[in-house]
């Protein structure tokens, strides 16, 4: 009799195994569509930001375009016009002009 209920009970181990497999699946495509390169883009940004330098022409997220004239612990001083500047957070900032960008501003 035990040999029985050992034999029965061993099938019933796999299905749990087989039926986490599609999640793990999903798990892993998601990770490669979304996540992996959302982490590259971050690590892209972050390098951009901590290489910028006085005089740098950038463009912030929301679409204020300036150019470098001083940097804090957390923030960029922004030259947006003559005699006007603007203080944003470092994080703000969304990438270099174009030269093509930087023609047009003028």
């Known amino acids: 009799m ?6 029965q009970q061993s099938p019933s ?14 798990a892993g495509i998601f990770y490669l569509l979304i996540i992996r390169p959302m982490r590259n883009r971050q ?8 290489s910028l330098k006085n005089g ?3 463009i912030t997220n ?14 960029f001083i ?5 005699q006007v500047k603007i203080e944003v957070a470092k994080k703000a900032i969304a990438s270099l002009q174009t030269p093509s960008e930087d023609s047009t501003t003028k």
Request: zero cysteines; aromatic letters at 4%; charged letters at 20%.
């Open 56 to 58: 740098d022409k950038v």
């Open 43 to 50: 690590k892209s940004l972050d390098t951009l930001i901590a």
């Open 2 to 7: 035990i040999p029985s209920i050992l034999a």
């Open 62 to 75: 929301g679409g204020v375009y300036g150019t470098i004239a001083g940097n804090r612990e957390d923030t």
């Open 78 to 82: 922004l030259k947006v016009a003559d």
């Open 13 to 26: 181990a796999q299905p749990g195994i087989v039926g986490l497999l599609p999640f793990v699946l999903i």
